[in-house]
């Protein structure tokens, strides 16, 4: 079909029924198309998308001549589906959010205020991932009514973590004035609702098509969810760092793993304030890239809270158990020590090592350590573990090193050798007797001498 065929057949449409106009249309975007050209096709095509939503039009063979043409890439890349390795990834990644946040509702491990808090927040991360990937990859066409889905959760990260951070507290009780921090939430959900009862057809209209509306309700949506991040991230802060220096050891503990999370929610509020500056103040390509660094960012908040809840499920607990406790736990979960011969067992032991002072031998081992307690070298080494917080070789070194310290300091003329002291309190030879003494008081022999002579 030549030009002026076309001509005159586009000129027919104009004059048909809109029905018979939009099927024209369709006829053109397919001959254009087969004719290789590629901007007629792309024109033609555009209309008829625009008329009847339909974007099977794309899978018609004569397609297949321009399909290296930037027209038609312009086509794919806004209506049919695309899934890479990048969209897969945060597909992932959302589903192990997702699965993360209600299985933390049933597992019986920890605090139950803190696993619904943190069990939200992954929640709305994962949601909030899933709503991209269908965005990105245009799966939203397929599934219409997914179309903002993560919106309703929009005011909620703040929040759901500041609360989180709460909940580690000892003794923390949820109030009923509580409830008023989501209430922003409650009055954004009213605001939605008539966007979500829309049919789908509606909805693929609102994702093509933008109008001022939207822009004006996307700019709000940015100024309130930034000012509520800012917010309480500030409170979140205030409770990570407070005024007194001396904190109680379990909410050190705690600050030691959730620190890390605050510090990932710090970068991404940076990277949603960057993104939002770009997308609707300075309408900047840039944007795009922001956008998928604070995804980015979002799936790293899911995996690390996933991670640590696998290796350290304690974690959601009020008070911390470390990791190396956690490990003698498991170890000893299966032994017949009773905790009364346990806490006998701990009795003697503190005999031996106050009274007689068996750290002195030179030849003390954890088996000759058990046949004077009149145990196994099993329970010796978990009592050691339980009571004492650390291993056989620990004690002995610690023992070992104290007594050193106090006739250091009760030799106040420095009469005494060092190799000596270190025959005295059990060791074999001096450089052994150094490197223990430099691990538990930072200093050598020599260095402790110099500042208490000082």
């Known amino acids: 079909m030549t030009q002026l065929e076309l001509l005159l057949l586009y000129n027919e449409a104009l004059k048909e029924k809109p029905k018979d106009s939009i099927d024209i249309f369709r006829q053109l975007a397919i001959l254009n198309a087969d004719l290789d050209q590629p901007k007629d096709a792309f024109i033609y095509t555009e209309k008829y998308i625009s008329n009847t939503l339909d974007f099977s039009i794309l899978d018609n063979g004569a397609y297949d ?52 808090f943190i069990g939200s927040f992954i929640g709305a991360n994962a949601l909030f991932i899933l709503d991209f990937v269908m965005y990105a990859s245009n799966l939203q066409f397929k599934f219409p009514h997914v179309y903002r889905m993560s919106s309703s959760v929009a005011l909620l990260f703040g929040p759901l973590l500041y609360f989180y951070f709460k909940s580690l ?22 605001f939605l609702i008539p966007l979500y009862t829309q049919s789908s057809i509606d909805k693929i209209k609102l994702m093509l098509y933008s109008s001022n509306h939207q822009k004006m309700f996307d700019y709000a949506i940015f100024i ?19 005024k007194e220096t001396v904190q109680k050891p379990n909410i050190q503990a705690i600050n030691k793993w959730s620190k890390s999370l605050f510090r990932i929610h710090l970068v991404f509020i940076v990277c949603y304030a960057f993104y939002g500056i770009a997308a609707y103040i300075i309408y900047s390509d840039i944007s795009s890239f922001i956008y998928h660094l604070q995804i980015a960012i979002m799936c790293l908040i899911v995996i690390y809270i996933a991670y640590m809840s696998f290796v350290q499920p304690n974690i959601f607990k009020s008070e911390h158990v470390s990791l190396k406790d956690k490990l003698f736990s498991e170890k000893y979960k299966n032994s017949g020590l009773t905790e009364a011969l346990s ?112």
């Not at 990048?86 to 205020?113: C, E, P, W």
């Not at 800012?230 to 409770?239: G, L, S």
Request: hydrophobic residues 40%; aromatic residues 14%.
């Open 224 to 242: 309130m969810k930034i000012a509520s991040l800012t917010f309480y991230a500030y409170c979140i802060w205030k409770i990570q760092f407070p």
């Open 169 to 190: 507290k000892k003794d923390f009780r949820i109030k009923i004035l509580d409830w008023i921090h989501f209430i922003p939430t409650a009055i954004l959900i009213i």
């Open 343 to 454: 806490n006998e067992l701990k009795e003697n032991l503190i005999k031996l090592l106050i009274e007689e002072k068996i750290y002195r031998k030179s030849d003390i081992s954890l088996e000759l350590l058990s046949q004077k307690l009149n145990t196994t070298r099993h329970n010796t080494s978990q009592i050691i573990n339980e009571h004492f917080h650390m291993n056989f070789f620990e004690l002995i070194n610690k023992f070992r090193i104290n007594e050193a310290v106090k006739i250091l300091e009760e030799d106040a003329h420095g009469n005494l050798n060092i190799i000596d002291i270190a025959y005295e309190v059990g060791y074999n030879n001096k450089v052994t007797f150094n490197k223990a003494f430099k691990k538990e008081t930072n200093l050598t022999p020599s260095e402790f001498i110099n500042t208490s002579l000082n």
């Open 65 to 116: 001549f321009i399909k290296y043409s930037k027209e038609y890439k312009d086509l794919k890349n806004k209506y049919l589906t695309k899934i890479n390795i990048l969209t897969f990834f945060y597909f992932y990644t959302a589903l192990i959010g997702l699965f993360l946040s209600v299985i933390l509702s049933f597992t019986k491990i920890g605090d139950r205020n803190s696993k619904i």
